[in-house]
């Protein structure tokens, strides 16, 4: 039996919330609201790690993304206006359907495949820049996941991790308080031992061969109602890395 890093149970979670993903005050609506630091914080590192003009309508020209885990394409569709040549792909066929649609009535341009990492590493498949944005607490088989993610970046190519950190603070913020509190999310969406540190992300990424460049915080400011970047990474954080240039 070929290895997978698949969750039925998750997968199952997913596909049944998928006609939400472009509703913005829908059961993704903390992803939409997530979704402007996400967006910054990748282009900021793609400019200045390729050697790109910010100023320039499309800055990404020429460049390939892999978004894995894409849901309905929430970070796909804006990528490709700014240029980049776009693969989004998810395990659950329902988020791929949903996706396809909107980029066409958008009229945007982003391939979308129903597959998993380690299927399209297999193929020898490589990217520029590969996204792997809160997918990880979502997979079994998480070292099998982070070494299928870093062999899709090419060399001298990057990948973002973006995740939820194992602390009693996001516990009662990212569970109690989104999901059974405040209803930002459906009940059950986290299960919190399957969080991972930044300090156990950093690991997989070295032994997968990827240098860390860069990290970050992200955190809810309620009274401006909108995701900004800090220091504090006990909750949501981020995580850049490189494959070193062959």
């Not at 793609?46 to 309905?72: K, M, N, Q, W, Y």
Request: a neutral charge.
């Amino acid at each position: 039996m070929t290895a997978t890093t698949i969750n039925d149970a998750e997968v199952a979670k997913f596909t049944a919330m998928a006609e939400e993903w472009w509703n913005p005050n829908g059961k993704f609506k903390p992803i939409h609201k997530f979704n402007p630091v996400r967006l910054a914080y990748i282009r900021e590192h793609a400019l200045a790690h390729f050697g790109r003009d910010g100023s320039l309508l499309r800055p990404l020209e020429g460049l390939t993304i892999l978004d894995v885990g894409c849901g309905g394409g929430l970070l796909c569709e804006p990528l490709s206006r700014l240029g980049a040549t776009v693969t989004g792909i998810d395990a659950a066929e329902r988020n791929i359907a949903i996706a396809r649609l909107h980029a066409e009535q958008s009229g945007v341009a982003v391939d979308y495949h129903a597959t998993t990492s380690e299927a399209l590493a297999a193929e020898g498949k490589t990217f520029d820049i590969v996204l792997n944005m809160e997918v990880v607490e979502h997979v079994d088989n998480v070292p099998l996941y982070m070494k299928s993610c870093a062999d899709l970046v090419k060399p001298g190519g990057l990948m973002l991790t973006a995740t939820l950190n194992r602390t009693a603070r996001a516990y009662a913020l990212a569970i109690v308080g989104a999901e059974y509190v405040l209803g930002w999310l459906p009940r059950g969406t986290h299960d919190w031992k399957k969080f991972l540190t930044p300090d156990e992300i950093k690991t997989l990424l070295k032994r997968n061969g990827l240098k860390v460049t860069g990290e970050t915080g992200v955190v809810y400011h309620p009274l401006a109602d909108e995701w900004r970047k800090s220091r504090d990474m006990g909750v949501n954080y981020m995580v850049m890395a490189e494959r070193p240039a062959a």
